[in-house]
């Protein structure tokens, strides 16, 4: 998820500042994507210029408040919409690690298969503790069940790639 998106996810529910956004945005990630203050307040500069958000004046504690414009509105929708492609995605660096291991030759493929399969596992049991302590409601679970689920993939395509190399090196 963009921040920018994000951002005028939480505005749409209406005006917001920007300490209120950033806290709203983490705790509808599960905390999984903490955010900057700076990046909020910068992405709301940008969010101004484009013409998708415009400023609300201020609430009673004097804080500028932003409000989501009608192109805002319609960005949203256009992103809502809009399904993520695999391209969208940023390059995995696991897959690269074990394609480099396996091309380079002078690397144990079997060792850092082990070594990623340990730190995934205690990754997922990490996120297992989190989800039963979590009290953020629907989407603090969702964000968490998605990490599960990709660690747990992970974990299946670690076995695929300790299975496969194991075939080429007999």
Excluded at 12 to 34: H, I, K, M, N, S
Excluded at 95 to 124: N, P, S
Excluded at 146 to 163: G, M, N, T, V
């Amino acid at each position: 998820m963009s921040i920018r998106h994000g951002l005028l996810a939480l505005l749409d529910r209406g005006p917001r500042y920007g300490y209120q956004l950033r806290v709203e945005f983490e705790a509808a990630t599960g905390g999984t994507w903490p955010l900057n203050i700076g990046q909020v307040y910068t992405t709301l500069a940008r969010l101004e210029r484009d013409g998708l958000v415009e400023p609300g004046g201020a609430d009673e504690q004097g804080r500028a408040v932003y409000a989501i414009t009608g192109a805002g509105r319609e960005e949203l929708e256009r992103w809502f919409g809009t399904p993520v492609a695999p391209g969208d995605r940023p390059r995995d660096e696991l897959v690269i690690k074990i394609a480099m291991a396996v091309a380079g030759g002078a690397v144990d493929v079997a060792e850092v298969i082990q070594a990623q399969r340990a730190a995934t596992m205690r990754a997922l049991q990490e996120l297992t503790r989190t989800k039963r302590a979590a009290t953020g409601g629907l989407a603090e679970r969702l964000v968490i069940d998605s990490s599960i689920f990709k660690a747990e993939a992970e974990q299946r395509w670690l076995d695929h790639c300790e299975a496969v190399s194991k075939e080429k090196s007999s």
